[in-house]
């Protein structure tokens, strides 16, 4: 069976073909646990989650389903709260303060029946909380209960943050799949309107959310063709990212833009014999940025996996939001070809014959204004490194600042998935456990608070931090969700989620890592999704979570 095909079916569709369809042969000498790893892994979402994950089967289904007004209630909606990604909420949608949170407690949990990553963001919006986990699951519940109003199940577990809008008088939720499809749905009832595929390549994956402006939604793609290229046997690599402007009613295509302009073209062939490819890669990993003054929208871009490598890997770029054109991109490091495996100087498989460190540009870019006035987009790159660029003179660089003096930072300061800003200070998790604080305005950095591990467990803070006025959030590997005092990085409050609990659906729940969302603030309330495996090994989990004063 093609390869391909294989992808774009569900992991039961794959178990079934394993077990007693036409790959039975082939599967032979494969134990149950292997097929079922197999069937997982081809289907991008865990097995069996459907009839158990129905809301349905949920003892907490609510009562009713108030009508949304114009009138919107406090809101974090989408990846980045806002247009900007600034990840920051004022202190009127927030609701709460610096003072009062030392008191937040557990008021309640959720749990994800069979996941063992609750991956997607939170959403909160019009008293409703979306959210999405590894079986492909995205439920609403209510904001203050956690009762369940609808619950729908993707072809692929969902990654990406749910984005809520209104559309000619209706209220839509969107979002994407791990097999690269794009859904709306009815936000009141979770009926799907319309579902698009972003790209045809079988390993196209979107990880982050799509963003609404003005009836239309801006989707990020990128892929986990870096992973399949492994295999000495796969054609390595014909993947470029893109981004696609989508009519949002409708789901019709207004234009889709590579971000590598260049088509893939054979290269030659690996040491097997398999034909390679380029230039390929630059997928684009998070949401994209909206800057409605110059009418652009901006990303980052992830590394090459072969070569010739393009001047549009590893950058941040702008694109014209009625057009798609490309207006400028500005790469932060070149030649970074990487697939994993691959030591320095080996030449085996599909390796780059120069083997990159993997620096992408993973985290959106924050569009931001100083004390003074000027505005910056301010991006995190892998390498530990934050970047300031004017948008206002083609990207031209303003500040970069290392995390830790050296260039780059390497593991030990990686930014990987989200930083925030409150217009003061730009904030960042670090892979080596602690978050720092820089100014905005010159990219000097003010404080960094190192955070340890219990013994045991994973550290690190590769995931998105967020902010309140005085307050910064984090959410650590080790499973432990922090605040801190935004002017010295001090810590105000934690809560250690990996422990068993009693969620409000009756599903058995516990805690996990927590390695790329961030938390949510709206309301007075704090949302987590806790449970996140990763590449490297992270404890799975299956709850959400939220939190707020007794």
């Avoid at 909160?124 to 729908?152: E, I, K, P, S």
């Avoid at 009926?191 to 045809?200: F, K, L, P």
């Amino acid at each position: 069976m093609d390869p391909a095909a294989l992808r774009r079916m569900t992991p039961e569709r794959v178990y079934a073909a394993l077990t007693t369809g036409p790959m039975q042969p082939q599967a032979e000498g494969l134990s149950d646990a292997d097929r079922r790893a197999i069937s997982e892994y081809l289907g991008d979402r865990k097995l069996g989650a459907g009839p158990s994950g129905e809301v349905a089967a949920m003892p907490n289904r609510c009562a009713a389903t108030p009508i949304f007004t114009a009138g919107a209630p406090p809101a974090w909606n989408g990846w980045g709260a806002n247009l900007s990604n600034t990840r920051y909420q004022d202190a009127r949608s927030a609701q709460l303060n610096a003072s009062a949170v030392p008191r937040l407690r557990l008021k309640w949990a959720f749990g994800f029946p069979g996941a063992t990553a609750v991956y997607g963001q939170p959403t909160v919006a019009m008293n409703r909380v979306f959210a999405g986990a590894d079986t492909g699951y995205v439920y609403a519940l209510d904001q203050r209960t956690g009762c369940v109003h609808w619950g729908f199940q993707a072809q692929a577990g969902v990654r990406s943050a749910v984005t809520l809008g209104e559309v000619n008088g209706r209220f839509m939720v969107w979002f994407g799949d791990m097999k690269g499809s794009v859904y709306a749905l009815d936000a009141m009832t979770g009926t799907q309107i319309w579902t698009v595929r972003a790209d045809e390549h079988a390993l196209t994956r979107i990880t982050a959310a799509p963003v609404l402006y003005e009836g239309r939604l801006y989707v990020p793609v990128t892929s986990f063709e870096e992973g399949a290229a492994t295999s000495a046997r796969y054609a390595c690599c014909t993947f470029r990212g893109s981004v696609m402007a989508l009519d949002a009613g409708t789901g019709g295509t207004i234009w889709k833009t590579y971000t590598i302009a260049d088509a893939p073209a054979r290269t030659g062939a690996n040491a097997s014999g398999t034909p390679r490819f380029g230039p390929s890669g630059a997928g684009v990993w998070s949401a994209p940025t909206i800057d409605p003054a110059r009418n652009v929208l901006y990303v980052g871009t992830g590394n090459a996996y072969s070569s010739p490598v393009a001047a549009t890997t590893d950058a941040v770029m702008a694109i014209a939001l009625d057009t798609g054109r490309m207006l400028w991109a500005q790469q932060l490091l070149a030649d970074d070809a990487w697939i994993p495996g691959c030591p320095a100087g080996s030449s085996a498989g599909n390796c780059p014959e120069k083997i990159g460190p993997d620096y992408d540009v993973g985290a959106s870019p924050v569009l931001t204004t100083t004390p003074d006035g000027r505005r910056l987009l301010i991006s995190a790159q892998k390498s530990g490194q934050l970047w300031a660029h004017d948008p206002d003179r083609g990207g031209a660089l303003v500040w970069k600042a290392d995390h830790t003096g050296a260039t780059p930072a390497g593991p030990e300061g990686e930014m990987v998935w989200g930083i925030a800003t409150d217009g003061r200070r730009v904030y960042a998790g670090l892979t080596s456990g602690g978050v720092a604080a820089y100014d905005v305005a010159t990219g000097k950095r003010i404080w960094t608070t190192p955070m340890v591990a219990e013994a045991g467990r994973r550290s690190g803070h590769s995931g998105a931090v967020s902010a309140i006025p005085g307050v910064v959030f984090s959410a650590g590997w080790d499973g432990v969700v922090r605040a801190l005092v935004a002017e010295d990085g001090r810590v105000l409050w934690t809560h250690d989620t990996i422990a068993d609990m009693k969620t409000v659906n009756g599903v058995p729940g516990r805690g996990g890592s927590m390695g790329a969302p961030g938390p949510t603030i709206a309301g007075g309330m704090v949302f987590v999704g806790s449970g996140y495996i990763g590449v490297r090994s992270g404890t799975p989990g299956n709850v959400l979570l939220a939190f707020g004063e007794p």
